[in-house]
């Protein structure tokens, strides 16, 4: 039996509400609601493209808790963050600055995207040779090639 999109959809919004659960949460709402904000923008390690806040993994709750500790002992958003990329390096962070220990996790998706389009170039620029070579057809020579490109411009006047 398929499943259908609303409960797929239903189940995903279910596991990520449970990633922090209530036994977790801090009685303070607001410091409680800076944990969360804090938590949205740190990377799980475990996971790598979810927060903290969103990963049921278990150092993602480690983590929450660290950042709630932190928070409770009275330091800033900015000192918690700090303290948890000194303890974890910039790729903790969703939103890495960009620096020298990180342009590759800037550049690298472009790097990436270049390889596979010239991978795809390569490919059917090769695929088109071949096409060509089992019709038993063979390549213009260049002198075919002037000839036929002085026709044409012959038919655009």
């Not at 259908?4 to 009685?27: C, G, N, Q, Y």
């Not at 700090?82 to 590759?104: C, E, M």
Request: hydrophobic share 45%; proline share 5%.
């Amino acid at each position: 039996m398929p499943f259908s999109p609303i409960i797929v959809i239903l189940f995903i919004f279910i596991t990520s509400a449970l990633a922090v659960e209530p036994r977790d949460m801090l009685k303070d709402p607001i410091i409680e609601s800076r944990a969360r904000e804090i938590s949205k923008s740190l990377r799980c390690v475990v996971c790598q493209n979810q927060s903290i806040d969103d990963s049921d993994a278990s150092l993602a709750r480690d983590m929450r808790t660290l950042v709630r500790d932190r928070l409770m002992a009275g330091d800033s958003d900015q000192e918690v963050i700090d303290y948890v990329v000194s303890s974890y390096g910039d790729f903790v962070l969703l939103n890495p600055p960009l620096k020298g220990s990180t342009v590759i996790l800037w550049i690298g998706p472009l790097i990436f995207v270049l390889l596979a389009l010239f991978a795809f170039y390569a490919f059917f620029r090769r695929q088109g040779s071949a096409f060509v070579l089992s019709k038993g057809l063979t390549p213009l020579t260049k002198e075919e090639r002037n000839r036929l490109h002085e026709l044409l411009k012959k038919d655009e006047t």
